[in-house]
């Protein structure tokens, strides 16, 4: 097949990559290859059946149009220090701009007009006292809440608006290589989705972008490290999913929505911080391609829980010789998994605190029910890293200051909660990277973390396309 452009990935970074050549009015064939499907086809059977039933070629939740995005809980963080390193390619002023042009995407497309998170000037200031004299940093940043139900809405809109402007839209198509030649990216070779043997072709392209998504970060490592693409050995975060009675958070949930707070507690100083605060909402698990089974969270616009969840990350930066650090975090995960058998783990914080395990008769008998019904009550320190889970208990202590009840004995942990962000592309301002005509964007590259930064990414990047093409 031939093209001027063939984009890998139809998450955010992908499909505003697209979404900006079209609206730039670019006449040029584009190629949007992504392993799972459209946002109609997306069904989770665990809706029906109650488990996880670990969906194969790939997991329903976390691939297909629009990515984990789809089944996220939608929220579009509104300032340019929320969302990863972007910034400091691109500048904040111009990212901040580069928000504010992708936010009023959003909205054409049936974003909520409703900005959570401002408003209340004088109990965020109260809220940020009581962060500070518990050695934290508030970040409150205004956020746009799509809500699971209704980012699929969104999403799928996108995809029409897409299909009906040429875009070519290959679902159910998994990208194994790239193509070298004459020492430049001259497309990818690619095949049915968990069938290598089937449909196996060659995509060629004047331009080939990698927007794979956190899920393919570890993917597109092993292919800079095949290939020679510069990159350096990032972060990566492992952490916990924590979830507490909406009655713990309600301040922090009617004041700012998502409290996205950063410490560096003692004796380790590592960076924590929360991440993906989802009020009334839901536990939920991701399957990768490896069948690591992920903890995450969700929220939907209408549908609520007796809970709030978010998670609680630890950030680990390793230094040479190691540059695996992806590996680290998924032998993390494996370990966990094996203790819960393929299930996700829950554990009370009470129990860790007097070192014992949770039983599940335990769990039926608190003021707290797990959103996560087939999660396994066991013991996460079994398989969490001793700097990880010490740093994640002493910030927890930090967080009860700022949210009183935060860290009673009955707060659910589960685990494992991984973020891969540690293969960092290195690319100058406009995403050129050391491969010609190779652009990695999104979070597989690095360089952004949740779904306005990526799609910020991808305008960019189709708008210099358009320049170039």
């Not at 670990?54 to 984990?68: D, R, V, W």
């Not at 963080?77 to 042009?101: C, R």
């Not at 004299?133 to 809440?145: E, S, T, Y």
């Not at 956190?214 to 693409?229: I, Q, S, T």
């Amino acid at each position: 097949m031939q093209c001027d452009v063939v984009i890998v990935g139809a998450g955010p970074a992908g499909i505003f990559t697209a979404l900006e050549l079209v609206r730039k009015g670019n006449t040029r064939s584009i190629v949007l290859v992504e392993k799972g499907q459209p946002v109609q086809k997306r069904r989770c059977p665990k809706h029906e059946v109650g488990y996880c039933v670990n969906c194969k070629p790939c997991c329903h939740i976390t691939t297909g149009f629009s990515g984990a995005g789809a089944f996220s809980d939608g929220k579009l963080s509104l300032s340019y220090e929320v969302g990863g390193e972007l910034p400091e390619l691109i500048g904040a002023d111009f990212a901040q701009e580069m928000i504010d042009y992708t936010d009023s995407i959003y909205l054409e497309f049936g974003a909520d007009t409703k900005i959570e998170g401002i408003g209340h000037p004088e109990e965020v200031k109260k809220i940020r006292k009581r962060a500070i004299q518990a050695g934290l940093k508030l970040v409150d940043c205004p956020i746009r809440h799509l809500g699971t139900e209704k980012a699929q809405e969104i999403y799928y809109a996108i995809q029409q608006d897409l299909e009906k402007n040429g875009v070519q839209l290959l679902f159910g198509t998994d990208c194994e290589d790239f193509l070298v030649e004459n020492g430049r990216c001259a497309g990818v070779v690619v095949h049915a989705s968990g069938k290598p043997e089937k449909d196996r072709m060659e995509i060629r392209a004047k331009q080939t972008v990698i927007a794979a998504g956190r899920r393919g970060a570890g993917w597109l490592e092993d292919l800079c490290r095949k290939h020679g693409v510069e990159r350096t050995p990032g972060n990566v975060d492992i952490g916990v999913r924590v979830e507490v009675r909406n009655e713990i958070m309600e301040e922090v949930n009617e004041v700012l929505y998502e409290s996205k707070l950063i410490g560096y507690p003692a004796p380790f100083k590592n960076k924590v911080r929360t991440f993906c605060q989802n009020p009334g909402g839901f536990v939920s698990q991701e399957n990768y391609d490896d069948d690591l089974a992920v903890v995450n969270g969700h929220s939907y616009k209408e549908k609520k829980s007796n809970n709030t969840n978010l998670s609680i990350l630890c950030t680990h930066h390793f230094r040479i010789p190691f540059d695996r650090p992806i590996d680290y975090a998924q032998k993390v995960g494996e370990l966990t998994n094996m203790l819960g058998a393929g299930h996700i783990l829950v554990q009370r914080y009470g129990d860790i605190l007097d070192g014992k395990r949770t039983w599940q008769e335990e769990l039926s008998r608190s003021n707290l029910r797990p959103t996560l019904p087939d999660a396994v009550a066991g013991d996460i320190t079994s398989a969490m890293p001793y700097r990880t889970m010490t740093n994640i208990i002493n910030f927890i202590q930090a967080m009860d200051q700022v949210v009183p009840g935060f860290a009673s004995a009955e707060t659910l942990l589960y685990s494992p909660e991984l973020k891969f962000y540690s293969n960092r592309i290195q690319m100058d301002s406009t995403f050129h990277t050391s491969l010609p005509d190779l652009a990695c964007l999104g979070d597989s590259s690095g360089w952004t973390r949740g779904l306005m930064m990526a799609s910020v990414m991808g305008v960019l990047m189709g708008r210099r396309l358009a320049a170039e093409l």
